[in-house]
């Protein structure tokens, strides 16, 4: 069995985890948001930088990242209740960073199996798939990793009706990653997110607005 589609409770009695996953639950309840983020370091830490207030707030989004889940973390939470009170047009999504133990297969898999539970449960939802990140100063087996299950993911992704898959263009021409863009060489800066973002605001534009 792929332990990337299995829906899990990360670290067993992790609470932390448990009550933020309540917060964002009672959150949905509470909001009706247009757009929602779904992931984990990288989606949550958005709300940390100007973007967010600037870009984000505008188009009543909801941000649903936990630091540290894996794609059957993500899985479990939009199995049990992030999804189950609200109706937006457009879900953002990117997870896989933090399964670094697995194989290219196994996390695209992962990924899909995410996209299947949220199109059951939202069906008329748009899904904006964001790549996995390209990581360290230079070319990495992790980096490496993250660009082989996009490629998986760029194949398969362009049958599923609804579903779209963006990649980042934040490696510089010789092939490494500044400290502008990522200054852990992992989490992105204020720049970092608005070269991610840019062309996905563009599309999402559109999509608000049909």
Known sequence: MNPCVVPTIPFDGDEEWKIQHKRYVAEAKAKDPDVILIGASIIQLIQCYPIWNDKFVPLKSLNFGICGDRTQDVLWR????????????????????????????QISDGILAIVDEIRSKLPDCYIIIIGILPRDPYPSPLRILGTQVNEILSGKVKSIFNVELFNSHLL???????????????????????????????????????
Request: proline share 9%.
């Open 78 to 105: 939009v199995k049990n209740g992030i999804l189950d009170h609200i109706k937006p047009k457009v879900c953002i999504l990117n997870v896989g960073s933090n399964n670094v133990d697995n194989t290219p297969a």
């Open 172 to 210: 510089q021409p010789d092939g490494t990653l500044s400290q502008d863009d990522a200054p852990d060489f992992l989490h992105p800066s204020e720049i970092g997110y608005r070269k991610i973002f840019n062309p996905i605001f563009e599309r999402l534009k559109k999509i608000l607005d049909d």
